[in-house]
Structures are given as C-alpha cells and as structure tokens.
C-alpha cells in the first residue's frame, strides 16, 4: 500500500493539478480571517474551508491515472487496493495542508482563554474532521459510483455543502463547536465528531474499494 500510495503522490504532484485546491484554500483563509481574531472561530473556518478542499483532492487523485497506466497497475496491485490508495493520497494531502493552516492560524490569532496548545489541538481535531467528511464526500462523487464528469461535479459541490449544513453531519458539529466554544470544552465537544467522521470515512472508503473491485 506504501508503494501504491508514492505512486499516485507523484502522479498528483507531477501533474500540479493540486495547485488549484491549494490556492483556494490559501484565498478562503486570507480573506476570511484576520490577524488578532479570535482564535476559535479562525479554526472554525479554517477545518470548514478544508472538507471540500479535500474532496476536490480526493477527485483529482481519483481520477488523474491514465488508462493505459491503470490497465498495467491494476491487475497487479488489484483496483481495490488501488483505489483505496487513491483515496488516502488525495485525503492526506488535504490533511498536510490543513495541519500547516492551523499553525498559521493560532499564530496570528487572538489565543486568549483558550491557550494556544488547547487551540492547536482542537484545531488539529476539527480539520481532521472535516477532512474524513470530505474524503468520503470525493469519494462518493467520483469513480466508481459516478464517472460522467458534469454529474461528478456537480455532486461534489452540492454533497459538500450540505456535508457542512446538514444536522447529524460531523463537519457541522465540528464547526458548530469550534464556533461557540471555549477552553477546554471544545476539546470535549470535538470527540463524538472524530469518532463519527473515523467511523464514516473508514466505512466509504471500504465501499469504495469493493465497488472498484466488482465495477472496473
């Protein structure tokens, strides 16, 4: 799996098509937060921003293999193992750039009652909840289940925000935490929302890799 996770890391990379998930990531953060904010709510966007960053990532890695290269991998490493490796690249890689956001982040912002290891970590917490949440939503928008790219699209966009709006979803309680909380609670407020987004993401990408294996 290492292996098969280097290669599509550098197919992603060769192909620079993260640049775009990135600048937008990059844009959303610099507009929307301001140095000397609060820092809670700083975090509240910046973990909200990133689900569907990481779904945008998540597609493109999905997708970014060629035919004839996927014709020689797969029947070697098998499409299921391929595909889950997919996945993981397109979410880890969201995952990276979520982790240097909340740095940058609490270090600009306003720390003030919460403390700035408290807010790391729930900072930390909530973009890894938002990226599970986003992870599943590219991988439900993508290949196998949906492969006509208008309707890929289009799911992407519409999944990834009612992932956000949506009651029940982890991304919202997350959010919703990050946003009204202080202290210590929010770090407590945070765990059923791991747990959830843990649950749900290992349960697609699973889905994910069998229907690879059945479908292609």
């Given at each position: ?9 550098g ?31 700083a ?38 193992r ?62 196998p ?39 210590a ?32």
């Amino acid at each position: 799996m290492t292996a098969l996770v280097r290669y599509h890391a550098g197919l992603l990379l060769r192909s620079q098509r993260w640049l775009a998930p990135l600048v937008l990531y990059a844009a959303v953060l610099a507009i929307g937060i301001h140095a000397g904010e609060p820092v809670l709510g700083a975090l509240a966007l910046t973990a909200a921003a990133l689900l569907p960053v990481t779904a945008w990532a998540v597609r493109i890695c999905l997708t970014q293999e060629p035919p004839a290269a996927r014709a020689v991998v797969a029947p070697a490493a098998g499409r299921g193992r391929g595909h889950l490796a997919a996945l993981l690249t397109g979410a880890g890689g969201a995952v990276l750039a979520g982790v240097a956001a909340v740095g940058a982040v609490v270090a600009v912002t306003d720390t003030r009652g919460v403390g700035a290891a408290a807010a790391v970590t729930a900072g930390l917490l909530g973009a890894t909840v938002c990226a599970l949440v986003g992870a599943v939503v590219g991988a439900l928008a993508s290949r196998p289940f949906l492969k006509a790219t208008g309707w890929s699209l289009a799911a992407l966009v519409l999944v990834a925000l009612l992932a956000l709006v949506a009651p029940g979803s982890p991304a919202r309680h997350a959010v919703t935490v990050l946003t009204t909380g202080s202290g210590a609670g929010v770090l407590t407020g945070l765990l059923p929302s791991g747990a959830g987004a843990l649950v749900l993401a290992a349960a697609v990408a699973a889905l994910a890799r069998r229907a690879t294996a059945r479908l292609e």
